[in-house]
């Protein structure tokens, strides 16, 4: 497996960007400097995240995410230097 992140993930498993392996390993994310545990998407080429809307739904049954913008830095978690 990639030493590197890849540059768009979700935790979304009817998405596209769905990767049961690279969440399994662990993922963290640094948005704007600030580690974020509650990401539901993101992507680094394009510098934007998704996180969920509290507990609200949508008619689907889905979470409804809002889209923030910024530098993102993903990384696994069994890499994260300790301390």
Not at 21 to 33: C, H, V
Not at 37 to 50: A, F, K, P, Q
Request: charged share 30%; proline share 10%; aromatic share 10%.
């Amino acid at each position: 497996m990639s030493e590197l992140p890849p540059d768009r993930l979700s935790v979304n498993p009817r998405s596209p960007f769905y990767n049961e392996a690279t969440l399994a390993r662990g993922i963290g994310i640094r948005f704007k400097g600030i580690e974020r545990s509650d990401v539901e998407e993101y992507c680094v080429s394009e510098g934007w995240i998704r996180v969920a809307a509290g507990r609200a739904l949508d008619r689907r049954g889905n979470p409804i995410t809002f889209k923030h913008s910024g530098p993102v830095e993903p990384f696994f978690k069994d890499n994260a230097p300790a301390g």
